[in-house]
Structures are given as structure tokens and as C-alpha cells.
């Protein structure tokens, strides 16, 4: 079954960095579009970032801070995260979209602190 485990949240302060990785499995993982989505308290679900073999494109409110990359040799996908406000506080969810429908995993939270 398809699996995707996050981790590398915490807390860090306005202006510091962060990375979260994702390790995916049950799926064909160089074939796959992975995205990164967050969701804050009292907001929807957005999209963070996403990356597939025709590119990456990024939130409107993330460009230029937030890099998503992907090592397929270990089924991993990155979330390099600069310059963090504390609007960037949610809980950032991993996700793959199959033929069987979108997968989730089970988030990670980043708090930014001001």
C-alpha cells in the first residue's frame, strides 16, 4: 500500500530555515507528481509546492523562499524552507496523487515564532 511518511518539523524562529522530507513507498516513485500542502488552524488545506519530471511550481506566498526537490534513488521528496515567517505555521502534509486517488501522509508541524 502506498505509504508516505514526513519528518523534520519543529519550531524555529522568523528568518530561519528549515527542511522536511518525505519518504514514499507502495508507488513508482520516479513516475510520481509529489507535492507538498499546509494547513494552518482555521484555514483550508493549500497548496505548498509540487515537482513532477516536467518541473516544480510553488505557492504564490512561498516563491523565492521555499525550494522542493526529490532523490529517486531512496523515494524522497524535500522541502527546503528559507527566510520562515510566522504565517508559514501549519502543519505541512506530504502528498501523491495515483490512479487510485490522492495520498496523505500523516503531517508534520512547523511553528514559526516571532
Known amino acids: 500500500q502506498v505509504q508516505l511518511v514526513e519528518s523534520g518539523g519543529g519550531l524555529v524562529q522568523v528568518g530561519g530555515s528549515l527542511t522536511l522530507s518525505c519518504v514514499a513507498s507502495?508507488?513508482?516513485?520516479?513516475?510520481?507528481?509529489m507535492a507538498w500542502y499546509r494547513q494552518a488552524v482555521g484555514k483550508q488545506r493549500e497548496l505548498v509546492a509540487a515537482i513532477s519530471g516536467g518541473g516544480t511550481n510553488y505557492g504564490d506566498s512561498v516563491k523565492g523562499r521555499f525550494t522542493i526537490s526529490r532523490d529517486n534513488a531512496i523515494n524522497t521528496v524535500y522541502l527546503q524552507m528559507n527566510s520562515l515567517k510566522p504565517e508559514d505555521t501549519a502543519v505541512y502534509y506530504c502528498?501523491?496523487?495515483?490512479?487510485?486517488?490522492?495520498?496523505w501522509g500523516q503531517g508534520t508541524q512547523v511553528t514559526v515564532s516571532s
Open positions: 502528498n501523491v496523487l495515483t490512479v487510485n486517488g490522492p495520498y
Open positions: 507502495g508507488i513508482i516513485f520516479e513516475l510520481a507528481t
